[in-house]
């Protein structure tokens, strides 16, 4: 029996209610509803290896401001998927592209509220973030593996992230605050019949 997800990011409660036989299930399964009764053991169980965890540690703490090296300090990353966001496929699929106003919202909604931000940028288009995203005090990774960027987002303690499954995870692992982009999916589009936000998001994440 195969059994396909309603959507891509659409909770469906048939696969809670498997019947007792072999059953091959297909799709994403990308909704927090699946294992919010499990959550704090996931947590515990998804960790990283030292070396990588190591790795991560290491280089947060090597682009910590000398100002702030005595002091706590507040870690925010911003995820950034680019490489594909701009084709013109997703383009026309419904994907919005987030825009500079979004990063500076976000940001702001942290350094209006806390009084020593440091902001941490993980992206396929490191480039791209340098010239388009700036702060007082913020840091680029460049040339890591994906592995090492989420160890260094679980390091962190909030997110601001664009849409992806990377950036969502990379959010669980931070689980502090988390902005999203409210515009997402766009109403009408055909990512809005298979992205369902009440579904995919977290109901305590914020949209800006």
């Known amino acids: 029996m195969l059994l396909k997800e309603v959507g891509s990011a659409a909770y469906d409660?048939?696969?809670e209610q498997l019947p007792e036989r072999n059953v091959s299930l297909s799709?994403?399964?990308?909704?927090?509803?699946?294992?919010?009764e499990v959550e704090d053991q996931l947590r515990i169980d998804l960790t990283f290896k030292r070396h990588v965890l190591d790795t991560a540690r290491r280089w947060l703490e090597e682009q910590t401001p000398e100002k702030w090296r005595a002091v706590k300090l507040v870690r925010v990353l911003i995820h950034v998927r680019r490489t594909d966001y701009t084709h013109p496929h997703h383009q026309r699929d419904g994907w919005p592209a987030p825009t500079i106003d979004y990063f500076r919202r976000s940001m702001s909604y942290?350094?209006?509220?806390?009084?020593?931000?440091?902001?941490?940028?993980?992206?396929?288009?490191?480039?791209w973030c340098r010239k388009h995203i700036?702060?007082?005090?913020?840091?680029?990774?460049?040339?890591h593996s994906p592995i090492v960027d989420m160890a260094i987002a679980s390091l962190c303690d909030h997110a601001i992230i664009t849409i992806g499954s990377y950036g969502w995870w990379a959010a669980w692992f931070a689980n502090g605050i988390t902005i999203t982009q409210k515009n997402v999916p766009r109403n009408g589009s055909t990512l809005s019949k298979r992205l369902h936000r009440d579904?995919?998001?977290?109901?305590?994440w914020i949209g800006l």
Do not use: M
Request: charge should be negative.
């Open 13 to 15: 409660d048939r696969f």
């Open 27 to 36: 799709h994403y399964l990308q909704s927090f509803k699946y294992f919010r």
């Open 110 to 127: 942290f350094t209006g509220c806390l009084e020593r931000v440091q902001f941490v940028v993980l992206s396929d288009d490191p480039n």
């Open 134 to 143: 700036q702060a007082t005090d913020i840091v680029y990774s460049s040339g």
């Open 199 to 204: 579904d995919y998001y977290k109901p305590e």
